[in-house]
């Protein structure tokens, strides 16, 4: 069993907070890591379920990734407070720190090659199935990227990725997640595609350059790209530097490169600038120590607190994906290529039997030949009997009763559920009503084509939808 001690709060959301603690091993074995700890409050908020299933998407999802560029995962422990992801402990100084400042052309590019080649892991890399996972970090920005003292670059807070593999819990379907002013145009209209992270990237490097906010993306094409082109304007960039920006921060997804074509660029970039230029080591080296000591520290605790691991945890649900009818059972394969061949032969020979019998007969049985006589046949049709009727059953013939209805579960509407549809197996079922019990997707009509949440049905109860997040959850009649 392993136990941890907090030493530090890093920092502070409104669901979690991130500490700096103490792994203790066996042997006197002792490491220090980061922990992403959800408040015990969160299993009473309206979305606590959901909250709980990407803190455990975020641990398997590092579990799968190996980068440099990529913040390394743990493990997912159970404690007395709840859920919490173990991590690599990284210390160092989020690029937010650096914009206000700015940054030489040169470390940015070494900066932009790293986060990219991260990109470009997190899309190949294969999962279980052996396929690529697709991750898709969305939520690329300064705060999200840290430098270390050494010059390592890191992606942090893969909590709203998304990502194509069969263990992660919570949906992905819906795109408004992530930083305004980070978000690619596409994106701001409900479109979700890998090249939204390039963007993302893009308005960091921008920004770093620029020493300030770069602005919300445009949903005009032609005010957009106005509005990038008079923001880069004055930089003191090459014009490769130049096109290659324009090129991340263009309007159509489809115009960005690719994020490996990104490293690539980006490497062959700071290769021009020369040995001259400050380097990403001989910068962090300097500003990274800088940074941190400028930083208001967190709240220390005067004394250790000691976590244990709860070996009764309660484990988490079935992923959506493997919810549904069990697979048909295994029968052995029996092969049918040999009585298929000795059914034909027996079928040929009988055949060829039956021929030469009904050949020989008919030799035998034919008159000898005489003049043609013409014949009269009377074809007057012979009516039929009809056909008796059917005996009546006696009445005293016990009726077999009707099959029993399928037992049912009644539904009412809840806050934010007015036009609700859930879906079964292709089959839409209205609220308010009585359904199956079973696992339904239920979506609206404004949340998009595609995007649903999935709804476990086991008794009666109101149907609650909440349009921000877009999801549904179903309250037990007995609940308040």
């Known amino acids: 069993m392993r136990r941890y001690e907090l030493l530090e709060e890093l920092g502070r959301g409104a669901f979690g907070a991130v500490w700096r603690a103490r792994l203790l091993g066996r042997g006197a074995?002792?490491?220090e890591v980061a922990i992403k700890l959800l408040h015990p409050s969160v299993t009473e908020h309206e979305h606590g379920a959901e909250l709980l299933a990407r803190l455990r998407d975020e641990a398997r999802l590092l579990g799968l990734l190996r980068h440099r560029?990529?913040?390394a995962g743990v493990e997912l422990v159970h404690f007395e407070e709840g859920w919490a992801v173990v991590l690599e402990l990284v210390e160092g100084a989020d690029l937010g720190a650096f914009v206000s400042s700015g940054v030489p052309v040169s470390v940015v590019w070494e900066i932009v090659a790293e986060v990219a080649s991260g990109l470009r892991c997190a899309l190949e890399t294969p999962g279980p199935?052996?396929?690529p996972l697709l991750v898709q970090?969305?939520?690329i920005k300064p705060q999200n990227l840290r430098v270390t003292a050494g010059g390592e670059v890191k992606i942090l807070d893969l909590g709203i990725a998304r990502a194509e593999f069969a263990a992660r819990e919570a949906e992905t379907q819906a795109v408004r997640y992530g930083t305004l002013g980070y978000m690619s145009p596409e994106r701001l209209a409900g479109v979700d595609l890998p090249a939204g992270d390039v963007y993302a990237l893009g308005v960091t490097a921008a920004e770093l350059l620029l020493g300030e906010p770069l602005g919300r993306a445009q949903l005009d094409p032609m005010a957009h790209n106005a509005q990038i082109a008079a923001r880069l304007t004055g930089l003191p960039i090459t014009e490769d530097e130049r096109s290659f920006l324009l090129g991340m921060l263009s309007f159509r997804p489809e115009h960005r490169v690719h994020a490996r074509e990104v490293e690539r660029i980006a490497r062959a970039l700071r290769l021009v600038r020369g040995v001259e230029a400050p380097t990403l080591l001989a910068w962090a080296e300097r500003a990274v120590p800088e940074a941190l000591a400028a930083r208001r520290p967190g709240e220390r605790l005067a004394a250790p607190r000691a976590l244990t691991e709860q070996l009764s945890a309660p484990q988490p649900?079935?992923?959506?994906?493997?919810?549904?009818l069990p697979p048909p059972p295994v029968r052995p394969r029996v092969s049918l290529a040999p009585?298929?061949?000795f059914g034909a032969c027996a079928s040929l020979f009988?055949?060829?039997l039956s021929l030469l019998a009904v050949t020989r007969l008919g030799t035998m049985a034919a008159p000898p030949p005489a003049e043609a006589v013409a014949t009269v046949v009377d074809v007057t049709p012979v009516p039929e009997a009809p056909p008796a009727p059917a005996p009546l059953p006696p009445k005293d013939a016990t009726r077999t009763p009707p099959p029993p209805k399928a037992a049912g579960v009644a539904l009412t509407v809840g806050d934010g559920a007015e036009g609700v549809t859930l879906t079964r197996d292709g089959k839409p079922y209205a609220v308010p009503g009585v359904v199956p019990?079973?696992?339904?997707?239920?979506?609206?009509?404004?949340?998009g084509e595609g995007t649903t949440s999935l709804l476990q049905i086991t008794g009666p109860g109101a149907v609650h939808c909440d349009g921000q997040m877009r999801r549904c959850r179903l309250v037990p009649a007995s609940s308040p």
């Open 339 to 341: 009585w298929v061949f």
């Open 317 to 324: 649900p079935p992923p959506p994906l493997t919810v549904g």
């Open 69 to 71: 560029a990529i913040v």
């Open 129 to 131: 199935d052996g396929k």
């Open 350 to 352: 009988v055949g060829g």
């Open 29 to 31: 074995f002792s490491r």
């Open 437 to 447: 019990p079973g696992t339904y997707r239920a979506s609206m009509r404004h949340w």
């Open 137 to 139: 970090h969305r939520d």
